[in-house]
């Protein structure tokens, strides 16, 4: 099932991406695809983010402390972008499901 | 690609902080041994001079600017190989047949002028250090 | 990208850049008094200005992102002591302190890119 209205994805989110990109339109995804796609890049980061943090634990001396920092704020970053769109469909989906017929 | 964090930049600096010291640790030495006639191992004390290379710094191996970025180490304490000074003094007790007394060839001016600059390049490797430390906190709070 | 990191990349790419360049510096501090020594600098050419690579005199290096080049360039020019150091301690202080400043508002920038896009990315909490 996919629910259409992109309102549902954070309108905060799209916004900064237009700051970023000036005249770039924000992609009006379904929301399922938005959350694929947030999910995966939440994984990925995190990932990065404890690679880093073992390496530079490790005294690996090229990974940089600002490196290290970066890398866990994103991380932060994306998994809380998809908590966010889970909260959203699970609100989406209750709000939908309580609709009297 | 390769970068290398703070701590090589601090290693650098503190190359330069040890070597400096050194410096002025040879400087003291000839200071106070400027009028010693007779030293270990016979005859007036030698002046000491210390020669200073740039090195690499160790962990900068394949990093993209190693060869950008140098060390200094003292690489080494050379003795004077001049002749002493003779002054004639026919009554002190380390004089020649010729009543003339050998003393070191330290110019006291010259070697205060050492300690000067060696005491500057002290000071600038601390300011440099410090400033590494400083971005260092600065990257910390990334992310805050 | 789930969500638009790039900026902070770029940001990220400053402070690389500007601390290597603290390190090259705190080289030429330290080498202050050995003779014959030249202190050295790093320049950055960001992808708009590929084409003045021809006109930079060292090795040319790539660093953090692929539109960042980074050379190094013999800075001493003529003014140089009797055993051949060419380093002017005043000079490269300076250097030094001007590229702290730059490492710390990159650093203050990115720190404020990244707390809003939490902030947008937790919806407004």
Same mark, same amino acid.
């Given at each position: ?7 549902? +994805?954070?309108?905060? +989110? ?53 490196? +290290? ?6 991380? &932060? ?9 889970? &909260? ?12 009297? +017929? | ?7 090589? %930049? ?8 040890? %070597? ?56 080494? *304490? ?37 300690? *000067? ?8 490797? *601390? ?14 709070? *990334?992310?805050? | ?16 850049? @500007?601390?290597?360049? @603290? ?36 090795? @040319? ?65």
């Amino acid at each position: 099932m996919s629910i259409a209205p992109a309102s549902i +994805v954070p309108p905060s +989110v799209t916004e900064i991406r237009g700051i970023d990109e000036g005249p770039h339109k924000a992609k009006q995804a379904d929301l399922g695809e938005a959350f694929a796609n947030a999910l995966t890049e939440a994984s990925n980061t995190e990932k990065t983010a404890t690679h880093s943090a073992e390496r530079f634990a490790k005294g690996d001396p090229t990974m940089g402390i600002h490196e +290290v920092m970066i890398a866990s704020e994103k991380a &932060n970053i994306e998994i809380r972008y998809a908590t966010t769109l889970k &909260n959203k469909a699970i609100e989406a989906y209750r709000e939908l499901m309580n609709t009297q +017929v | 690609m390769s970068t290398t964090d703070f701590f090589t %930049a601090m290693e650098v600096s503190a190359s330069g902080l040890s %070597a400096q010291r050194t410096r002025m640790n040879v400087a003291s030495s000839n200071l106070a041994n400027a009028q010693t006639t007779q030293a270990a191992g016979g005859g007036p004390y030698k002046r000491r001079d210390v020669v200073l290379s740039s090195v690499d710094v160790p962990g900068m191996q394949g990093s993209d600017f190693s060869a950008a970025v140098k060390g200094v180490a003292v690489t080494q *304490i050379s003795q004077d190989t001049n002749p002493p000074r003779l002054e004639y003094d026919p009554g002190h007790p380390q004089a020649n047949a010729q009543g003339y007394v050998a003393y070191p060839n330290v110019n006291p001016v010259e070697e205060m002028v050492d300690m *000067i600059t060696a005491s500057r390049a002290y000071e600038a490797g *601390i300011t440099a250090m410090s400033t590494a430390v400083n971005m260092a906190e600065k990257a910390l709070g *990334i992310g805050r | 990208m789930a969500v638009d990191l790039s900026t902070v990349d770029t940001l990220q790419a400053a402070l690389t850049f @500007h601390r290597e360049r @603290h390190t090259v510096l705190a080289g030429n501090v330290a080498n202050l008094d050995t003779p014959g020594y030249r202190p050295v600098d790093l320049n950055r050419n960001t992808a708009g200005d590929a084409q003045t690579l021809a006109t930079t005199n060292e090795g @040319h290096i790539a660093t953090a992102t692929t539109t960042d080049i980074v050379t190094s360039f013999d800075d001493g020019g003529a003014m140089q002591s009797a055993d051949g150091n060419a380093v002017s301690l005043e000079r490269e202080l300076a250097k030094i302190d001007a590229n702290r400043a730059r490492y710390s508002t990159s650093a203050e920038l990115v720190t404020r890119r990244l707390a809003l896009l939490r902030y947008a990315a937790g919806d407004g909490t």
